[in-house]
């Protein structure tokens, strides 16, 4: 299978994803959409036991990609609702992964870029790493990843992350639980494949049971708040104040809220 966005690699039972957009600092296009989703899919049918996710270049992930955030603008109701779901699908995918998930961050993390990242079983990161919801910041909304971020921090660090929008470096991420371990560049992905090894020591049926059961557990909560988040992320892009932060943000001015 081919793929335009990302490197799949196998080594034994471990496979990496290089997100693999370093001109654009790994920004999530529709196409890397497309080629994560299907390379998820290639993994949980192959043989192996866990998968790393990283990035080439300087950055993990960036956020939205800039031609397709601006694209955004003006799509219609339906086609909007269509990104949302296709944003879920990404993002549950990762969630719900059947195998054993590694994310080695080496660079910012940013909007759906720490999405990314958090969504992982284990998250390393080197210093130098950043992270961020910054959605309010341009007049977006950040309804999906709130629903899995509030799982993995609590409402106060949920509320403080998503309403002031705020970019956090890799020792605050650390404290407040957004990450497992902060890791040198150099040794990044020797430490990823180190963790690697420790899982696969354990039993695969073992592994793969628990991680149904951690689903299982989330399942009947997270298809009720998705539900609604995908409808509140689709309505946020026919306001007033998305098209103008989208534009503004593009433009590289300070934004004129209207707050319609």
């Not at 049918?45 to 603008?73: E, H, N, P, Y």
């Not at 086609?79 to 944003?87: C, G, K």
């Not at 992905?189 to 951690?214: F, G, V």
């Amino acid at each position: 299978m081919s793929y335009t966005t990302i490197q799949l690699a196998h080594d034994a039972a471990v496979a990496t994803i290089t997100l693999n957009r370093p001109d654009k600092r790994n920004a999530i296009s529709f196409e890397l959409m497309d080629d994560l989703l299907r390379g998820f899919d290639q993994v949980a049918k192959s043989r192996a036991q866990v998968l790393i996710i990283t990035g080439a270049g300087k950055a993990f992930c960036s956020g939205m990609d800039l031609d397709d955030l601006k694209a955004l603008i003006g799509r219609s109701a339906e086609q909007n609702l269509t990104d949302s779901e296709t944003m879920v699908r990404l993002f549950r995918s990762l969630y719900e992964f059947p195998k054993v998930t590694i994310a080695a961050v080496n660079g910012a993390a940013i909007a759906g870029g720490t999405g990314l990242a958090l969504l992982c079983d284990f998250t390393l990161a080197v210093p130098e790493a950043k992270f961020g919801y910054t959605e309010v910041r341009i007049g977006f909304v950040p309804a999906i990843v709130s629903t899995f971020l509030l799982r993995q921090v609590g409402e106060k660090q949920a509320r403080d992350l998503l309403l002031t929008g705020r970019i956090v470096g890799a020792e605050e991420a650390a404290r407040i639980g957004l990450i497992n371990e902060i890791v040198a560049p150099e040794t990044l992905m020797a430490k990823a494949r180190e963790l690697a090894a420790l899982l696969i020591e354990n039993s695969p049926a073992s592994l793969h049971a628990t991680k149904r059961l951690l689903t299982d557990h989330a399942r009947a909560e997270l298809d009720a708040q998705i539900e609604a988040a995908v409808r509140e992320n689709a309505a946020i892009r026919n306001t007033a104040d998305f098209r103008e932060g989208v534009s503004s943000f593009l433009e590289k001015r300070k934004p004129r809220w209207s707050g319609k």
